[in-house]
């Protein structure tokens, strides 16, 4: 009998993270839930848990104490884990009258560096796993198309760019900004776009470094959804873009896949009705 899966879904107590926890619980993974608030974590699990074997457990990823915190007490609870989902994300509205040059280190405080950090502190867990896969939600705003300084692409699409120079260019681009002279630089205008740019170069470096530890790690592109952090605009429901991190999350050799690694998976489509999962002729390996 195989072991039944463990996945962790970073900020999934609502939005994308909550509607993909669901599909992961009911397709019969151990499942757990994070979030920085504990009320609506565990409100979720509650709702969640009618689905399967759910989970909560408190995590900030911004926060480096969260993360060793939540690290220690999940191995000694559970030991291993196979799937982790990074779903915990912000951005900043546009009538927010932060300024610009105020608004890049939080955002990559979360969306980059918390990502990646825990990321990093999962490792050793993901390494013991069942078929571990890494499966990261980015956006099309992160795509290359926003470097215009071809010296930057060349550099953040080295096949050798390794996790700690992916760091440096994101405290590079985080220096222009609030010296203020990031465009001279040759830097764009979008925080948020950048710290996903960051992300998806992180993913890969990633997956090139633990291919020996046949560890899985890729990106994807839920879409433009309904949810708190797209203030409720968009084409697609918070289900329907967890159809496509759920979708990635649950390819297992154990039924018999070739499991991909260092892509970037996007499903561009909105739903009239109701789907039973996500039909995997939509999904696609997209460009970076």
Known sequence: MSKQRIAVLTGSNKGIGFEAAKKLAAAGLKTIICARDETRGLAATKEAGALGDVHFRKLDISCADSRKRFVDNFEKDFGRCDVLVNCAGIAFKAADPTPHAQQARPTFATNYFGTSGFTLAMLPLLRKGVDPSIVTIASKSGQL????????????????????????????????????????????????GMSQLCKIAFTKALARQEAANNVVANCCCPGHCRTDMSSNSGSKSAEEGARVPAWVALMSPQNGETMPTEKFFSAEISYTEVHEGEDPSLIKEISW
Do not use: M
Request: charged share 30%; no cysteine.
């Open 145 to 192: 198309r926003i470097l215009k300084d071809q010296e930057k692409v060349k550099r953040i699409t080295s096949p050798t760019l390794t996790i700690d120079q992916v760091n440096e260019f994101a405290n590079e681009y985080i220096a222009a900004v609030e010296s203020g002279n990031h465009a001279e630089r040759g830097w764009p205008d979008t925080n948020l």
